[in-house]
């Protein structure tokens, strides 16, 4: 799998000026003023730039993509095997078979059109409306009529409608979806831009982000797929939907069984003239034994195994909208997770509370009161910044007084956020007096304080856990102050507060869990690297290094995969989408099978483009549910464990009932190489519909009981599979072939014989119609068919595990098959039994004697497969 290179994606139809230069050069360059467009030019622009909306091309190549379901080797394979049972005279089974290939197409063409709900999703995040500068007055526009050179009005409460350059004022901007930061981050018109990259820019905006606070003029510089989030989309649609693992083993499968039955088909043609037929007759049997070999229930039991994994993974909290999906996470060997509401929580918690002194102590009566007065948030109401709504937590749990309209009434002056400044103040009664309330960042609040170094060691210990800190100060005054006396030195500090978005309580479990399945945990994320490690560490990631988001775009695809090759857990932190993409697609040049979890919009691509994305279903936004294969109904990061139990246990399924299959075909074919090599001495000891019956009847619901099994003990304790591995494989074949196929063909063909010879036959006896054996010939061919049906039952039984005992998974645990057993012999009984039945099938009714030589024959089809297993378990054992 090449790894993806991260070449810039051209915006709009030109490349345009560059955002980050100075404010009044980027308006020349854009050709507009500080008064913003006429109505005229806009519509100009409008024509040049086009709608500010997102594309999408659902529709487009549709038709290619629904033929290419038509030309998957397997179902090529069903039409072929469809042709055939026309030819052969049986043409309720071609259509039968090609209803079959019909729905699995159609079902598979319609997964394709996910990708493009993506970008429609994307759409969904820019705002109806935007305030503009038009003809020199504030006017509202349509969000889709905006052009580059338009100057909007910004304010809190607003979704910034295009990327844009910050003119006049400031912001608080919550980024998260788009760059994973759990903080909203500042912006202001006046900051020098020393950013390393454009999406930490401190003067510019970005669209689909929302305003928190402050207000704003920003002229437009891109616009439509020309935006970050239009050029996320471009992303997000890039690629297909790449083959999952059981997909391409499935395709692997088909061109084996097609090259068996073909083989066996044509090899007959000649063996059967050398045997006394004609070669019209030798055709009828070469096409009806091509027909016989072709598995037509393979690809609906796969599916319908898919299926069942899909409705188990529903009950327990994720929806598949790909059936493969769960197979492919059952296969997964690297998880990369995003952090902020993936691993944590997604909301802002008080982690620790220092006082003035610098110690670890709880909130002061003093701390609690400044902290509910210094705030604009209803925590009641749960509206307001999120680290408003903590800290009015903190200060509630503490006994202060947090109800706004209390709050509000008393307040005698408000000093706002200024990202300028980094502080916030209120002017509020005391006894006594008035009490300024000032909480900000500790280097801006700390120097007023004149507080002792022990503090800023404190700070540095905060910060270094990953917290974001908050220093929180007051002073007495007589009158209201400016905001100049209000930010002067002679503050006295109150305490500081430091906080974090927690890790779910669910989440260490979880890596855990993965960590026993061999499954390595990443972390990629927007957020900074010292809180992504801490959250890290705390849920049990390794975070053996952190590589912040420069110095992995300094890396070369080829160190990346090298890197990623190796030992230990890595923490991404300030990763762009592309970056994600560059480590999925790494992790799979580097022969891993990768899932990626993520919940903003900065996430699409990757969901998108990973072997399978997992999306938070209550958090997440519309894009990352869109874009991904499975979503995850209660955000918990422990479904994903689940999912991968689940996808296991799916392909071992898968793995179980392709054997139990595999396993019939040894005794369907060996009668009539029998028949053949013996020059037609001996009669063939079964007949083509014989067989017909046993695929389309007897075997057709325990193979789709064997799907339903359920995970083997130790399922999870067990290292990914090697993404090479195949669903056929040595062991399996001579399970299915070597052992149980060739115990049920010398059981069936030997009561073929011992019926013949009980009534006096000798090889080269006249058996057909009209002739004195005929009768008895009908009661041999019947018992070998009844013969194979019972060593089905004992196929059954020992397919539903690989290594372990049948003891230890429960004799009766499987009811589906029990019952799909019960029919198994219920049909055979009308096909032997049933007068009607009887002339279709060419069979007779089998005497006391026959019946009873049936009995065992399940217990020593399964006790060789048995005692096979116990002998890997003892050298299993051996070795260790």
Same mark, same amino acid.
């Given at each position: 799998m090449p790894v993806l290179h991260h070449a810039p994606v051209v915006a709009g139809p030109e490349a345009g000026p560059d955002p980050r230069e100075p404010a009044d050069r980027l308006l020349r360059d854009l050709r507009a003023t500080r008064e913003g467009l006429t109505t005229a030019e806009a519509q100009r622009r409008a024509l040049r730039y086009g709608p500010n909306v997102l594309e999408h091309r659902i529709g487009r190549g549709l038709p290619r993509a629904l033929a290419r379901q038509f030309t998957h080797p397997l179902a090529l394979l069903l039409v072929a095997a469809a042709v055939l049972a026309w030819v052969s005279g049986t043409p309720e089974l071609a259509w039968a078979i090609l209803v079959v290939v019909v729905l699995n197409a159609v079902f598979a063409f319609v997964q394709e059109t996910q990708a493009g709900r993506a970008v429609e999703a994307l759409g969904r995040y820019l705002p109806p409306h935007a305030?503009?500068?038009?003809?020199? +007055?504030?006017?509202?526009?349509?969000?889709?009529?905006?052009?580059?050179?338009?100057?909007?009005?910004? &304010?809190?409460?607003?979704?910034?409608?295009?990327? +844009?350059?910050?003119?006049?004022?400031?912001?608080?901007?919550?980024?998260?979806?788009?760059?994973?930061? $759990?903080?909203?981050?500042?912006?202001?018109?006046?900051?020098?831009?020393?950013?390393?990259?454009?999406?930490?820019?401190?003067?510019?905006?970005? $669209?689909?982000?929302?305003?928190?606070?402050?207000?704003?003029?920003?002229?437009?510089?891109?616009?439509?797929?020309?935006?970050?989030?239009?050029?996320?989309?471009?992303?997000?649609?890039?690629?297909?939907?790449?083959?999952?693992?059981?997909?391409? =083993?499935?395709?692997?499968?088909?061109?084996?069984?097609?090259?068996?039955?073909?083989?066996?088909?044509?090899?007959?043609?000649?063996?059967?003239?050398?045997?006394?037929?004609?070669?019209?007759?030798?055709?009828?049997?070469?096409?009806?034994?091509?027909?016989?070999?072709?598995?037509?229930?393979?690809?609906?039991?796969?599916?319908?195994?898919?299926?069942?994994?899909?409705?188990?993974?529903?009950?327990?909290?994720?929806?598949?909208?790909?059936?493969?999906?769960?197979?492919?996470?059952?296969?997964?060997?690297?998880?990369?997770?995003?952090?902020?509401?993936?691993?944590?929580?997604?909301?802002?918690?008080?982690? =620790?509370?220092?006082?003035?002194?610098?110690?670890?102590? @709880?909130?002061?009566?003093?701390?609690?009161?400044?902290?509910?007065?210094?705030?604009?948030?209803?925590?009641?109401?749960?509206? &307001?910044?999120?680290?408003?709504?903590?800290?009015?937590?903190?200060?509630?749990?503490?006994?202060?007084?947090?109800?706004?309209?209390?709050?509000?009434?008393?307040?005698?002056?408000?000093?706002?956020?200024? /990202?300028?400044?980094?502080?916030?103040?209120?002017?509020?009664?005391?006894? &006594?007096?008035?009490?300024?309330?000032?909480?900000?960042?500790?280097?801006?609040?700390?120097?007023?304080? *004149?507080?002792?170094?022990?503090?800023?060691?404190?700070?540095?210990?905060?910060?270094?856990?990953?917290?974001?800190?908050?220093?929180? +100060?007051?002073?007495?005054?007589?009158?209201?102050?400016?905001?100049?006396?209000?930010? $002067? /030195?002679?503050?006295?500090?109150?305490?500081?507060?430091?906080?974090?978005?927690? @890790?779910?309580?669910?989440? /260490?479990a979880a890596v855990a869990a993965c960590h026993s399945a061999g499954i390595r945990v990443h972390v990629v994320t927007g957020d900074n690297g010292r809180t992504a490690a801490e959250i890290a560490r705390r849920v049990g990631i390794g975070a053996d290094r952190v590589l912040e988001g420069a110095e992995l775009d300094a890396l070369s695809d080829a160190a990346l995969t090298a890197l990623l090759a190796?030992?230990?857990?890595?923490?991404? $932190?300030?990763?762009?989408?592309?970056?994600?993409?560059?480590?999925?697609?790494?992790?799979?040049?580097? *022969?891993?099978?990768?899932?990626?979890t993520g919940d903003g919009v900065n996430d699409a691509p990757a969901l998108h483009h990973a072997d399978i994305g997992v999306a938070m279903g209550r958090s997440g936004t519309d894009v990352a549910r869109e874009a991904a294969t499975m979503i995850l109904t209660d955000d918990d990061f422990a479904t994903v464990v689940a999912g991968i139990e689940e996808g296991r246990r799916v392909f071992e399924n898968v793995r179980k009932f392709v054997l139990y299959i595999f396993a019939h075909a040894v005794p369907e074919v060996l009668p009539f190489l029998l028949f053949a090599l013996s020059g037609g001495l001996v009669p063939l000891p079964l007949t083509v519909l014989q067989i017909l019956a046993v695929d389309l009847g007897t075997e057709t619901l325990p193979a789709l009981a064997l799907g339903r099994e359920r995970a083997e003990p130790g399922l999870m304790a067990r290292r990914p599979r090697r993404p090479g591995s195949g669903v056929i494989d040595r062991r399996m074949l001579l399970r299915a072939w070597g052992l149980m196929g060739i115990v049920a063909a010398a059981l069936g063909i030997g009561l073929f014989l011992l019926v013949l010879l009980r009534a006096g036959w000798t090889p080269g006896a006249p058996t057909g119609p009209g002739t004195a054996l005929h009768e008895v010939y009908l009661q041999a061919t019947t018992a070998s068919f009844a013969a194979i049906v019972a060593c089905q039952i004992g196929t059954a039984f020992a397919a539903r595990t690989d290594r372990t005992s049948l003891r230890r998974v429960g004799f009766t645990s499987n009811r589906m098959l029990l019952g799909g057993i019960a029919f198994e012999l219920a049909f055979a009984a009308a096909v032997i039994y049933a007068p009607p039945l009887q002339v279709v099938f060419g069979t007779a009714g089998l005497p006391a004697w026959v019946l009873a030589c049936l009995l065992p024959m399940p217990l020593v089809v399964w006790g060789v497969d048995e005692l096979f297993r116990w002998a890997g378990r003892r050298r299993q054992q051996a070795s260790r």
């Open positions: 305030r503009v500068r038009r003809d020199g +007055a504030v006017v509202e526009v349509a969000v889709a009529d905006l052009v580059p050179g338009d100057v909007v009005l910004l &304010g809190e409460g607003d979704r910034v409608p295009a990327d +844009a350059r910050l003119l006049a004022g400031s912001l608080e901007i919550d980024a998260a979806a788009l760059t994973g930061e $759990s903080a909203p981050v500042e912006r202001d018109a006046t900051s020098l831009d020393g950013a390393e990259r454009s999406l930490e820019s401190p003067v510019l905006v970005w $669209s689909g982000t929302a305003c928190v606070g402050g207000a704003a003029e920003a002229v437009v510089h891109a616009t439509g797929r020309g935006t970050e989030i239009g050029r996320i989309a471009a992303l997000t649609g890039h690629r297909g939907n790449p083959e999952s693992p059981l997909e391409r =083993q499935v395709r692997r499968v088909a061109y084996l069984i097609a090259a068996v039955a073909v083989g066996v088909g044509v090899a007959f043609l000649p063996l059967g003239v050398l045997a006394g037929l004609t070669w019209t007759e030798a055709a009828v049997f070469a096409v009806g034994l091509l027909v016989a070999n072709v598995p037509e229930g393979l690809l609906p039991t796969i599916t319908l195994a898919l299926a069942g994994g899909v409705r188990a993974m529903a009950r327990r909290g994720a929806l598949v909208k790909r059936l493969s999906a769960v197979e492919t996470l059952g296969s997964t060997t690297v998880i990369c997770t995003d952090k902020t509401g993936t691993l944590t929580v997604g909301e802002m918690t008080v982690e =620790q509370v220092r006082d003035a002194t610098g110690a670890v102590a @709880p909130p002061t009566p003093e701390l609690a009161t400044a902290l509910a007065r210094c705030a604009t948030a209803d925590l009641a109401a749960g509206s &307001g910044d999120p680290t408003e709504l903590a800290l009015l937590d903190l200060a509630a749990r503490a006994g202060a007084d947090v109800r706004p309209e209390v709050r509000d009434a008393e307040r005698r002056a408000l000093y706002a956020f200024d /990202p300028r400044r980094r502080t916030m103040a209120t002017l509020d009664p005391v006894p &006594g007096g008035l009490r300024v309330h000032l909480k900000g960042a500790p280097e801006v609040v700390l120097p007023l304080c *004149g507080v002792d170094p022990a503090v800023d060691a404190a700070v540095d210990a905060m910060t270094g856990r990953g917290l974001r800190v908050l220093a929180v +100060a007051a002073r007495e005054v007589d009158s209201v102050p400016t905001r100049a006396e209000v930010e $002067s /030195p002679g503050l006295r500090l109150l305490g500081l507060v430091g906080l974090l978005d927690p @890790p779910r309580a669910e989440v /260490p190796g030992p230990g857990e890595i923490v991404f $932190s300030r990763a762009a989408p592309e970056a994600k993409l560059r480590i999925a697609d790494a992790v799979r040049a580097g *022969g891993g099978v990768v899932a990626m």
